[in-house]
């Protein structure tokens, strides 16, 4: 088959013309993996046919290292004949210190009772170290010898 070399250099004259083809445009993909996340976790509870308690202001979970991770605006669903409940909100980290005078009323009988007896063995160890430390005060003035006027020792150190 002959190939005419007009219509060859005039179709190559459209073609650079009218840019056939176009350019490529590459498109990030969106990943919604966290609606995902959440839908299929929404499917299994409604398997477990979890109930939505609601009412709930705040929620307090008590760590070993004596932290409590805190949820002021907390969603909570529970499922009781499979003994699972789930928490929703923005969970903050916060030392049972700062949490203190609102949180007795959330602990139980156990924690109270823990806590009077760390408050106890405190204050007993406090005690114990304010009179091992006073006899070491007046061991130091008793080692320290008192300075006789005129003399230096400046010229010792040089």
């Known amino acids: 088959m002959p190939i005419d070399q007009e219509k060859l250099a005039k179709l190559q004259k459209l073609s650079a ?14 990943s ?4 995902k996340d959440d839908s299929k976790l929404q499917d299994q509870l409604q398997k477990l046919r979890a109930v ?7 929620a307090n979970f008590f760590k070993d290292d004596g932290t409590v991770l805190h949820f002021n605006k907390v ?12 928490f ?10 700062e949490l203190f005078p609102d949180i007795i009323p959330q602990m ?13 063995q405190l204050q007993s160890a406090q005690g114990a170290n304010q009179q091992a430390a006073a006899p070491e005060a007046e061991g130091k003035d008793i080692d320290i010898p008192e300075l006789v006027e005129g003399q230096t020792f400046e010229a010792d150190v040089e």
């Open 32 to 35: 919604g993996s966290s609606s």
């Open 52 to 58: 939505t308690v609601d009412n709930v202001q705040q």
């Open 88 to 97: 929703y909100g923005i969970p903050q980290e916060k030392s049972l210190q």
């Open 108 to 120: 139980g009988a156990d924690a109270i009772n823990a806590l009077t007896q760390m408050a106890s």
């Open 17 to 30: 013309n009218n840019k056939v083809g176009g350019t490529r445009r590459k498109f990030a993909k969106k």
């Open 75 to 86: 969603g909570v669903q529970v499922a009781p004949q499979h003994n699972t409940s789930v």
